[in-house]
């Protein structure tokens, strides 16, 4: 499996605050099959991006796992008007890897109506904004058409892996599972901060996408598309988003169906 938002780097944001937890965090992801690990702390007013610092304490934890895992850069990019400002000029410098993908994270409390044209300048810098975890948000649940506006102008989704587990709570569960039928999501990850309440774990997750839609499913969800956004790849499953998608973000009919 490949896990494109983690925050497993130490002392970078609220994620672990000792490299040993980091050890522990990545200990977990090879005991579950990980392969590779994007390592995307935050990049907001409170947490301010350093490249140069997160590429070395990379390194760092890349040197206990040669061979049995391979890391590689991003961040968790908040929408401010620094920010912005900022990606304008180092397109590169937020992405996942320096590619093309970038976790796009929303506020809880306010969504601006500018958001939209913001998305849609990070598109035709050439970069694909990846939404993270819309089913823990409520502004998005209480108007999800603001959710299919954007994936239908060609930005993608992300899901958190203890959200279809519950961990959320009843109401972000919820909206994963509708939402996952409706084909909303390209990506499960698992937005891990340490190994106790929010832990590296996706294997569960894996065989429950199995067993409820299909292995091709969850194949694509936790490996092929994550692995292509890794590699800065186009995505090679499309998830077709169902029609008929009601005010509560549900839809009249399932859609598993995934286009090469």
Sequence with gaps: MVDIHCHILPSLDDGPDSPEISIGMADMAVEDGVTHIICTPHANDRWPYEPEVIRRRRDELQSHYEGRITFGIGCDFHLSFENLQSIREFPTRYTLNQKNYLLVEFADFSIPASLDQSLHELQLAGITPIITHPERNPLIRT?????????????VAQVTAQSIAGKFGRTAQEAAERWLDAGVFHFIASDAHNVSSRPLRLKQTYEHISRTYSEETARALMVENPLAAFEGRPLPFIPELADGEGSDGGANRKKRFWFF
């Design 143 to 155: 108007n999800p058409e603001r959710l299919f506006k954007w994936l239908r102008q060609g930005c």
